[in-house]
């Protein structure tokens, strides 16, 4: 059987897709994105949102293929074939914003977002009469490979699926193949992969190639393999955007909470009756088996079991549990306690992985995209989303150093999902990162703007998230409060502006702000020398930046910045010796 894949191979982060259908829902475009001067337009609205970089695109393949994606995932309405008979008005107008597309945008929580792309992908059939070119009976992608993953877990112990088993075994088959014959097949390629004499690298790649020669096109010709490649990592990311699985190594398991509901979606083998039900379900999202009382209660006191196993309280008494909708609520209160005692979990291992954390610093400080670390694990820093990697990495540093009197869900003001990766940047009108500790506050701030228009866009609001913060602790606790701002390159205009750091109040009360700007690099060096010392104390970082302030009055901006540099190296010093 060809591969297939679940969403899109170009817009690889699936949450930025909702992105793109916010920008969509407030132009002129919406509803008209067909011809060569609509992917301009697209593509140009696209990059004046900052969704995508506004490159050299000489075809204009941008807009068409965010279109493309938006339309296959049931975000905006399809053209409908004309041989479907189906007529266009039965299912809505095209490239209009759909119900679960309007749906997406409202979401504002990432447990929300995934069950947008959870109804998306459960309705998403392939073959369709939007992708006819499979040669098997109807199938969902989705429950497939659910199916093959709750399989392994009878077989072994546990659900876990490598890379390499998407890309060359669980991609290349559906449901008329027998779920027990692929899962022998996933361990027995486990097997050969464990006992080989090849490196692993080496290994996957001869698989790869073996399964390209075995799968022609239709024309006689071979796949390429980086398409297995390509279509196996667009499988992982969509899974994941879904919430029912999580990261495992180098491949996906099922996540715990989510167990009983996995097993109620796979249960649902049934295909759309026709092409305009395939239509009206694709537009409007799929129903989910906690849509029926009696599976959303069965899903209910499952969690409320997991609560009660790893003791945490929660009284279910007098709330409404008549209707899906009020279990719904009750449900999703659950899951964020869950979640929660889950990220404090993830908090205390940070310490243990502060090499890892550096080495992601690096990846950011060198604007390259993957590094192997010596472990052998490939870490990655995809393009699109380094500023959003850039708050998460600095959140974990400020974890690993293990003082903060905050919780860290309280910490960032960006969204994480279930593998506690990053969803987006901090959103505005305030700071990125906020680490209370027991003696004093920090407000991080961070940017990849390094030219005169740093000053420009950082300027008034960091000293403003900073103000509003000693305002706020001055009338609460009394702690002082810092802030660090952390670029790869400070412009000495940013810098001349944090130098003077005053802030005027509506009442024009002068305050004095303790803004410091270093560069990521100074920070990298001082974070692992704390670690490779053994003297992991957040006082050591508030005495640098005490150092780093009491040199303001005397020296400008260029000079504060080398003023700056030499108390890190004095510090780095101080802390190894």
């Given amino acids: 059987m060809k591969p297939w894949h679940l969403g899109n191979t170009t817009v690889r982060s699936p949450f930025r897709l909702r992105e793109g259908l916010v920008a969509l829902s407030t132009s002129s475009l919406q509803g008209n994105l067909r011809g060569s001067a609509q992917d301009i337009a697209f593509r140009n609205l ?12 000489n075809t204009n393949s941008v807009g068409r293929k965010w279109r493309s994606a938006l339309t296959k995932l049931g975000f905006l309405f399809p ?3 004309a041989a479907s008979g189906v007529p266009q008005y039965d299912v809505g107008p095209v490239d209009t914003i759909t119900r679960n597309g309007w749906r997406l945008i409202s979401a504002e929580s990432v447990p929300a977002m995934q069950e947008c792309f959870l109804r998306a992908l459960a309705a998403h059939y392939l073959p369709s009469v939007l992708e006819d070119e499979f040669e098997c009976k109807a199938f969902s992608p989705l429950r497939h490979v659910l199916s093959v993953m709750l399989e392994l877990e009878r077989k072994t112990g546990e659900s876990r699926l490598n890379f390499i088993e998407m ?15 692929i899962a022998e097949k ?38 390429k393999v980086q398409t297995f490649n390509d279509y196996a990592d667009a499988n992982f990311r969509y899974l994941k955007a879904t919430g029912l699985v999580q990261s495992k190594g180098r ?30 379900t694709l537009c409007n999202g799929a129903a989910l088996p906690t849509d029926n009382q009696d599976s959303a209660l069965a899903v209910l006191a499952d969690l409320l079991q997991q609560l009660r196993r790893r003791g945490i309280p929660f009284d279910v008494g007098g709330k409404p549990t008549d209707t899906p909708a009020d279990i719904e609520i009750i449900r999703h209160q659950i899951e964020a306690l869950l979640a929660e005692a889950n990220e404090e979990a993830y908090a205390a291992q940070q310490a243990a992985v502060w090499e890892e954390i550096a080495a992601y610093m690096e990846l950011i400080i060198t604007r390259r995209n993957r590094k192997t670390l010596s472990s052998g694990e490939e870490i990655e820093v995809p393009q699109a989303e380094a500023p959003a990697y850039f708050e998460w990495v600095l959140w974990r540093a400020f974890l690993a150093i ?28 305030g700071p990125d990162l906020v680490f209370e500790f027991d003696d004093f506050v920090l407000v991080v701030e961070v940017t990849l703007t390094a030219n005169s228009r740093q000053e420009a866009a950082e300027g ?7 103000a509003d913060h000693v305002a706020f602790y001055q009338e609460q606790s009394g702690k002082p409060v810092y802030g660090l701002f952390i670029a790869n390159r400070i412009d000495s205009n940013t810098a001349e ?30 974070f692992e020398a704390l670690f490779a010392s053994g003297q992991v104390d957040v006082a050591l970082i508030r005495e640098l930046l005490e150092q780093c302030g009491s040199l303001r009055p005397t020296h400008e901006a260029p000079a504060w910045k080398r003023e700056i540099a030499g108390v890190v190296q004095r510090t780095v010093g101080q802390i190894l010796q």
């Avoid at 649902?268 to 305009?276: A, I």
């Avoid at 944090?498 to 060096?525: C, H, S």
């Fill in 79 to 81: 053209q409908i074939p």
């Fill in 460 to 466: 008034e609001p960091v000293r403003r998230h900073v």
């Fill in 402 to 429: 293990n003082s903060l009197a905050n919780k860290p869900y309280e910490a960032r003001r960006f969204k994480i999902d279930q593998d506690f990766l990053p969803v987006g940047t901090a959103p505005g009108n």
């Fill in 186 to 223: 996933v361990l027995a390629l486990r097997e050969r992969r464990a006992s080989s004499t090849l490196n692993k690298k080496k290994f996957d790649r001869e698989e790869l190639e073996a399964t390209a020669r075995s799968i022609l096109k239709p024309d006689g010709e071979a796949y």
């Fill in 46 to 57: 696209l990059g004046e949102h900052g969704i995508v970089a506004l490159g050299s695109d």
């Fill in 167 to 181: 890309a060359t075994v669980v991609q290349v088959t559906s449901p008329d193949d027998d779920l027990t014959v």
């Fill in 251 to 280: 491949g996906l398991s099922l996540v715990p909470e989510k167990h009983l509901f996995i097993e109620r979606l796979t249960a649902e083998t049934g295909v759309p009756e026709s092409d305009r039900a395939y239509f009206i």
């Fill in 497 to 526: 502006t944090f130098r003077i750091g005053t802030w005027y109040t509506n009442t024009d009360e002068k305050m004095r702000l303790d803004i410091i700007p270093i560069t990521l690099a100074q920070f990298k060096v001082v």
